[in-house]
């Protein structure tokens, strides 16, 4: 059989960055190949330099401070033949730009203009490669919103992007990327964000179309496990370089890198054991002086005697503390909750329904536990965190936190009641005023509870939450763009501690963090727990997560709570369908998950 000829070959790319402290190199002499009709991925945290590889490949960095030094990028172009992408002439880039190599953004809302409909910016892109006429387009993009399985196409086409949730905005997307039936498409982390039955619909969509007309995917991700049962191959990346490639049962395996063993164990699985310590990739690897990566030895632990005697009085010391808060009163009664928003229509504004985000939820937290909340986006669950805190209005219901019922507290009395209910926010640069240095919005909540005599002892307290939180005390005069996702986060932990609270709920706090800084902040969570006495609501729509956080999990659908019970409980025998269809959601990595889906994959290549 003769040797296939790869669709894009990538040698020695090179990609620089110019500041003022002088040149970053972000893509350091990547070389790699994709063939048509496979999927490769791209793996690694950010800053690796995935995403500058594939925007490099589209030639989308080509003005300062970024510019591509040097390497080749061969494409087999149907209408120009084996190009050059580097060196291709601009006029020629935007003709196979979108048309022949297209991309899916990791954040469709930045990438969609919202003062356009979704439908006239898809058209929009066949009008400007194809002849087709205006209603020809129209007709064509409806095509493409059912291939994407949107529902109501005709509907979306005249919408806006405000209009419509965040899947149905990514798919929107793919319809927009697979338009004019590329020979490559980029997807640039296109489920970040996303609940897992959601992330699932993407996933197969994204290969159902590859099937079909044959294209090669470029898949970049994080997170591992949720390219393992759709690539073909893997590319791991570490600082701007491939550390270590091969087919996707190869790396899950037998991983040869330490940064590879270390991205693969640090997501939560379904079998660990609840709230145990999670790995990171600092415990797989170090770096030398001159920036050589060396692998940590294995160290085989053999504990004394001191430490088994140490062990069991801490378990038994924890056990005695859980009997004790469970036989306390509920630090959180929550009875028959309800959140309604109003929809309004005609010229005066009259209410002709409601939109249920929460109907009738009824729930208890004891002092000391942690509560999942899971459920996909929609369900309203982030409504329902707001609403405990009054941050949204209930309609209707009881919410007694700490013997008081905050949904007849007055302003200064709610005020007053925050000190013992914090919340941390889903996008911490969101949640962080810009202007205000670290150590101010730390100190902040200090200041309006009117805790500790001076700001000479409140400038003492944050120095030592920062240290809590793995924050250096040179960070105090520093400021939120200056430091990353998960450091922000981090930063998020220590203000939501510094009114020593006695709950704290986390809405979506680790979402969209890499899979080692995820692990990183999840254990400092457990650890704060056990340290302050915290009672945590985790929400979020990771289940794996919920399994590994929470004592127990409650599942919610349109505004209800349909199932709750242990972690073991629901994933080993759940009752309702919604809450099996979740789990079976969730990507697990495991090696026969593996072997089965690459055999599906066979026979939908096979058109079996």
């Known amino acids: 059989m003769a040797t296939p000829t790869p669709i894009l070959q990538v040698t020695d790319l090179e990609t620089v960055f110019s500041t003022h402290r002088g040149s970053t190199t972000a893509v350091n002499k990547v070389s790699f190949e994709i063939y048509p009709g ?27 401070p970024g510019r591509i030094a040097g390497g080749k990028v061969i494409f087999q172009s149907e209408k120009f033949g ?39 910016q898809v058209a929009e892109v066949l009008l400007l490669h194809t002849d087709l006429s205006k209603k020809e387009a129209r007709e064509r993009t409806i095509q493409l919103f059912e291939k994407a399985r949107l529902p109501r196409p005709e509907k979306i086409f005249d919408a806006y992007p405000h209009e419509i949730s965040g899947g149905q905005k990514q798919r929107v997307m793919i ?22 039955t959601v992330q699932a619909r993407m996933l197969q969509l994204i290969d159902e179309l ?42 899950f395996t037998n991983p040869q890198h330490p940064y590879t063993k270390g991205l693969l164990a640090c997501r939560p699985k379904l079998s660990a054991k609840a709230q145990s310590i999670l790995p990171t990739v600092s415990d797989f690897m170090e770096e030398d002086e001159r920036g050589n990566i060396i692998e940590k030895k294995k160290q085989v632990y053999e504990p004394s005697l001191v430490d088994v005697v140490n062990n069991y009085i801490g378990t038994v010391t924890e056990i005695k503390q859980e009997r004790e808060n469970k036989q306390k009163p509920p630090l959180l009664q929550v009875e028959n909750l309800k959140v309604y928003f109003p929809i309004k229509k005609g010229f005066f504004g009259r209410t002709t329904d409601y939109v249920k985000a929460v109907d009738g939820v009824s729930f208890n937290v004891q002092p000391g536990e942690t509560i999942g909340l899971v459920g996909e986006s929609g369900c309203g669950k982030t409504t329902l965190g707001r609403a405990l805190l009054r941050m949204v209005e209930p309609t209707e219901g009881r919410i007694i936190f700490n013997g008081q019922d905050i949904a007849q507290l007055n302003p200064k009395e709610l005020r ?8 941390i926010f889903q996008d911490p640069y969101a949640s962080l005023n810009p202007m ?8 902040e909540p200090m200041l309006v509870h009117n805790l500790y005599a001076n700001n000479k002892e409140r400038r003492s307290k944050v120095m030592e939450l920062l ?3 793995g924050l250096l005390p040179e960070h105090f005069q520093r400021y939120p763009h200056e430091f990353s996702g998960g450091q922000r986060q981090r930063i998020s932990i220590a203000r939501a501690l510094a009114l020593q609270p006695k709950c704290i709920i986390c809405d979506e706090s680790v979402s969209a963090l890499d899979v080692s800084v995820q692990a990183q902040v999840l254990n400092l969570l457990n650890k704060l727990k056990q340290e302050f006495q915290i009672t945590y609501i985790f929400i979020t729509h990771d289940l794996s997560v919920a399994k590994y956080m929470s004592d127990r999990i409650l599942v919610m659908s349109k505004g209800q709570i349909v199932e709750s019970g242990t972690p073991d409980q629901l994933y080993q025998n759940p009752q309702q369908e919604y809450t099996r269809t979740l789990i079976s959601a969730i990507p697990k990595g495991e090696p026969e998950d593996i072997v089965r889906a690459q055999e599906k994959r066979e026979r939908m290549k096979a058109g079996l």
């Open 416 to 423: 007053k009641s925050r000190r013992n209910f914090q919340m």
């Open 82 to 120: 084996q190009v050059d992408l580097v060196q291709l002439p601009e006029k020629q880039m935007q003709q196979i730009r979108g048309n022949e190599i297209s991309m899916i953004f990791q954040e469709p809302m930045s990438s969609l203009n919202p003062v356009y409909t979704c439908g006239k």
């Open 38 to 64: 496979e999927t490769v991925a791209i793996v690694g945290e950010s800053g690796s330099g995935k995403s500058v590889t594939s925007l490099s490949v589209m030639r989308l960095i080509n003005t300062p």
């Open 436 to 443: 205000h240095t670290v150590g101010d919005a730390v100190m």
């Open 175 to 196: 319809a927009m990327a697979m338009a004019c039936e590329p020979s490559i498409l980029i997807a640039d982390e296109p489920t970040t964000a996303l609940d897992v």
């Open 210 to 251: 590859r099937v079909k007309e044959n294209t090669a995917v470029l898949f970049i991700t994080h997170d591992l496990g949720v390219v393992a049962e759709i690539a073909d191959r893997i590319l791991v990346m570490y600082k701007g370089k491939l550390v270590e490639q091969g087919k996707v049962m190869d790396i």
């Open 467 to 469: 240290e809590k939180v």
